[in-house]
């Protein structure tokens, strides 16, 4: 059976895509579980850009087809902020990601709700031959004034889905998995990872 890395050092991320890829006839591993120890930079100016570093560093180091993803949350009354430096929004570097919450909130202060916003992901997968594959998906929300909801991570605590009245973390695994960003971005290179890795 193939292997594949999940090519992410967040926890949160392996768990969905684990259950994303549970279909695969494939070996699913993590970075920790192959003995690596890598934080790729993420020099890009674009989600594709970053997720094929990741994805590149970390199929040249284990010799692996591995998938990487660069994910953003996209705030309309921000001009698009955090977007590409959402993990890295704020200038603490010991910042957690209730720190990242409270000063998203913070600089929507005195803008007129509602406060409409997105969330991006681009998935790349890179094989042991040089090639890449790019995937990427997205999906619309607002942004809640209240954090809600105690699954997920990131900014899934004040992501609002007005359609279900529910924040991304008030959502189980299995409903974040059919309607996020990342699940949509992962349904997109499937084919090729099913070609890939299953002949």
């Known amino acids: 059976m193939q292997k594949l890395l999940i090519a992410t050092n967040n926890k949160g991320k392996q768990v ?14 993590t970075p920790q579980e192959s003995g690596l120890r890598l934080k790729p930079s993420e020099t890009g100016r674009t989600y594709a850009q970053n997720a094929q ?10 010799g692996l087809p591995s998938l990487a993803d660069d994910t953003g949350l996209e705030v309309a009354a921000l001009g698009g902020a955090p977007g590409l430096h959402s993990a890295r929004f704020s200038p603490d570097p010991d910042a957690n990601d209730a720190d990242r919450r409270k000063l998203l909130l913070s600089k929507l202060d005195g803008i007129p709700q509602p406060w409409a916003a997105r969330f991006v992901c681009c998935v790349a997968l890179a094989v042991p031959d040089g090639g890449i594959h790019l995937s ?11 954090e809600r909801g105690k699954r997920g991570f990131g900014y899934d605590q004040i992501f ?4 279900f009245g529910k924040t991304m973390a008030e959502l189980t695994l299995a409903e974040k998995n059919l309607v996020s960003h990342r699940a949509n971005a992962v349904s997109g290179i499937l084919p090729k990872l099913k070609e890939i890795l299953e002949g």
């Open 16 to 29: 969905e895509l684990r259950a994303l890829l549970s279909g695969l006839e494939a070996e699913l591993a």
């Open 53 to 62: 570093i990741k994805a590149e560093a970390f199929c040249k180091a284990s």
């Open 136 to 146: 990427e998906g997205n999906c619309k929300g607002i942004i809640s004034r209240e």
């Open 160 to 163: 609002l889905f007005p359609e």
